[in-house]
């Protein structure tokens, strides 16, 4: 078995547009590219495209809430077997992928010292379901805050973050 050096380059490019819909809500929409070129392994270059938007609601000063969605879809040029790998296996980092990635954010001002704020982010990621190896990828992830300023220089802080992970392969 020959050892071979892997080395890569990686590019990106990217572009949004905001649009202030009224005085208290505002979308963005952008675009990305990724593209590999990678050494010594089996796909030589990828290119994923990536387009999505959020949607930011400011109605007062005190309260702020963001939801957010972004499709990706990585696309390997060719797929080059290594003579020791079965011809239907992928590697996950290397294969043709769809991606959903969704968040959600809101924050609460109560005056000059409390603050609540709580976080939602699902992403998903699809392979090929006619090869082997890595199907899909769930990951999900909760999360709360909450800070009390006690004095000007102090303060009371509590967290809670819960993430959940799930994949399945043939």
Same mark, same amino acid.
């Given at each position: ?83 020791? =790998?079965?011809?239907? *296996? ?6 043709? %992928? &769809? $991606?959903? @990635? ?49 004095? =000007?220089?102090?303060? *009371? ?6 993430? %959940? &992970? $799930?994949? @399945?392969?043939?």
């Amino acid at each position: 078995v020959e050892s071979l050096p892997i080395g890569f380059f990686r590019q990106k490019a990217s572009a949004e547009a905001t649009w202030r819909l009224s005085k208290a809500l505002r979308f963005q929409g952008d675009y990305a590219w990724e593209g590999w070129n990678r050494e010594h392994r089996e796909v030589r270059r990828t290119n994923e495209h990536i387009v999505g938007g959020r949607l930011a609601l400011e109605p007062a000063k005190l309260f702020y809430a963001r939801v957010g969605y972004h499709y990706g879809d990585r696309i390997p040029l060719d797929y080059n077997f290594r003579y020791e =790998e079965f011809d239907l *296996l992928r590697m996950f980092d290397q294969a043709r %992928r &769809i $991606r959903h @990635d969704m968040d959600a954010f809101m924050q609460w001002q109560g005056g000059d010292r409390l603050f609540f704020s709580l976080n939602w982010q699902c992403l998903g990621d699809n392979f090929d379901q006619n090869f082997y190896g890595l199907h899909n990828y769930l990951q999900g992830q909760l999360g709360a805050e909450l800070t009390y300023a006690l004095r =000007e220089n102090s303060n *009371l802080y509590l967290g809670f973050s819960r993430e %959940r &992970i $799930r994949s @399945d392969y043939a």
